[in-house]
Each structure stands twice: as C-alpha cells, then as structure tokens.
C-alpha cells in the first residue's frame, strides 16, 4: 500500500472517509461558458442535452476520516472522460466523470493532503455549515468576502441508495490533468427536484458562476446524512 507523508504524519492509500454529510445541487448551464471556464485542463464538458452542461455545487461536512473533519465546498463540471467519443444522452451520466474546478475547505491539513495526493484545487475558506434542521444552509466566504449562501431543501427518500455507481474524479494543478477514482456509500440518501437556493456575493468565484448563468432553478438537489467515501491513487490522465 502506498504511503505519503503530510505534515509530518503518515497518509496510506486508499484515504477513507467514514462519516461525512453531503449537499448538493446540479445545475444547467451554457456548454459554452462552461467549456471557456474549464479550458486549461484539457478536458470537455459532458453535453447531456446540445448546448447544455453540468455544473455542481456542492457543501461536506467530513466528521470522521484519514484527513481528519474538516468543512469542504466544491464547484465542479460533468465531464466527457478521455477518450471517449461521440454524444452523451442522460442515460451516460453515470459514465460521466467528475472535473473539479474549485474546492475550499477550512482546515490546513487536508488542503496539503488534497493538493499533495491528487492535485484538488483546494484552498482556505471560511465555510459555515448549518445541517441541524431540514433545511441544509452553507455559507461561504474567502478573503473576507461572501461567494455565496447556499440552502438545500429537504427531498424524498431515495430507495435503495446505498452503493453510488463508482465515479472518476478529475483535477488540474501545476499543468498535469490527473484522475482519482473515488466511491461512495450513501445511507439516508434524499433528492427533488430543483430544491436549492444560491444568493452570490462579490467573490472573483461569484462572478464566475454569474457568467454560468447562476443563480437558477437547478436540475435537483440531494442530500445524504451518512456517506462513507474510498478516494484511491491519482493517474496521470
């Protein structure tokens, strides 16, 4: 098993999570601007519907796992993976990969540990999470200036949601493209319809998602209590 050493500690491979909280919306947005936002790392928006994209916003609250419990918010686009070719219809999106273009958390370890290990585009954050009624709120601030305050809705059950399909994940730094594959277990897994209101605020990040065409009535929202999550080894890819 491979081994790195973060800050003076030892950090096997694969890094499990095992308990953490997820929120999430999916939004459409113009394939365009999306494609323009994610140029330098070599990758493609997956085109579900023609001149569409996907865009994920999505807040974590890791209590428990080998980078310790830390706050996490991610803004990401479904990808069409290397080498594959030709149209994605909505029936592909499990095929789709997962390119993360930014990934604040507000803790110092796994910010070394997320760039060290897989190259995710972390940062320091102020991120509050408040997950103690039905109604999921982050808020997010850098710099001492607001990105955004996000509240996911409450949905219906999912049945029978308790392995997600295996998904790759995509990052970028220092100019190499890498994949880390990554699973999830979910229990207590909701989603609905639309379900998610952003109000964005004057951040360089909150200008970028304005330029998507945000806020809007996202695709749908989820929400697991408890995930359990394996993020294997990087590849160059």
């Known amino acids: ?83 594959v070719s030709g149209p994605m219809r909505p029936a592909d999106l499990p095929k789709a990969g997962v390119f993360v273009h930014w990934l604040p958390v507000d803790q110092q370890f796994t910010l070394e540990a997320g760039r060290t290990l897989w190259g995710f585009p972390k940062e320091l954050a102020d991120i509050e999470l408040r997950l103690g009624s039905p109604y999921k709120r982050c808020v ?56 998610a209101l952003i109000r964005l605020g004057n951040h360089p990040i909150a200008k970028e998602l304005s330029e998507l065409g945000l806020p809007k009535r996202a695709l749908f929202s989820v929400h697991v209590s408890r995930a359990e999550m394996v993020f294997g080894a990087a590849e160059e890819a």
């Open 140 to 195: 997010l601030r850098k710099d001492d200036r607001l990105v955004l305050d996000m509240l996911v809705r409450p949905g219906v059950p999912v049945p029978g949601a308790t392995v997600m399909a295996p998904l790759d994940a995509y990052t970028h730094r220092e100019g190499v493209t890498r994949r880390v594959p990554w699973s999830v277990r979910a229990r207590g897994a909701t989603a609905r319809p639309a379900g």
């Open 1 to 83: 098993m491979a081994s790195h050493l973060i800050q003076g500690r030892t950090v096997g491979m694969p890094v499990r999570v095992r308990d953490a909280e997820i929120c999430g919306a999916f939004y459409p947005v113009r394939a365009d601007a999306a494609r323009a936002v994610i140029a330098y790392s070599g990758l493609d928006v997956a085109e579900f519907l023609p001149g569409k994209a996907v865009c994920v916003l999505l807040f974590v609250d890791y209590r428990d796992g080998d980078l310790d419990a830390y706050h996490e918010f991610g803004m990401a686009f479904l990808v069409r993976p290397p080498g």
